[in-house]
């Protein structure tokens, strides 16, 4: 995990605002924690990580191809206040991260 930023929506900052500010471009449009950097770094040990696609699996790891925490603190957990996605989701929030693992290409 070198340098990493992660933001409030549970995306490590992809990319940078007009300010210079880190932020994520996946998520900002739809949420303003996309611009909000997480002050606690979530402990991934034991953690495992789900490709969006094509369902393959891995340790949940911050560098990751677009990897989203989505345990306790993030948006699916039943805790926090923002959660937009319809997926069942409880307190804590899923057993499983996100991550994109290439099965569909890259461009």
């Known amino acids: 995990m070198k340098n990493t930023v992660l933001m409030k929506c549970g995306h490590i900052a992809n990319s940078i605002d007009g300010g210079g500010n880190p932020c994520c471009a996946i998520c900002g449009g739809l949420t303003p924690n996309a611009r909000i950097v997480e002050e606690e770094i979530p402990n991934l ?33 039943l805790n926090t206040l923002y959660h937009y996605r319809e997926e069942f989701c ?7 991260d996100s991550y994109y693992c290439g099965c569909r290409g890259w461009e």
Do not use: N, T
């Open 90 to 96: 409880k307190l804590g929030g899923l057993d499983l």
């Open 45 to 77: 040990k034991g953690r495992l990580a789900k490709c969006g696609e094509c369902g393959h699996i891995k340790p949940s790891d911050f560098d990751l191809p677009f990897f989203e925490y989505c345990g306790r603190g993030s948006r699916y957990d």
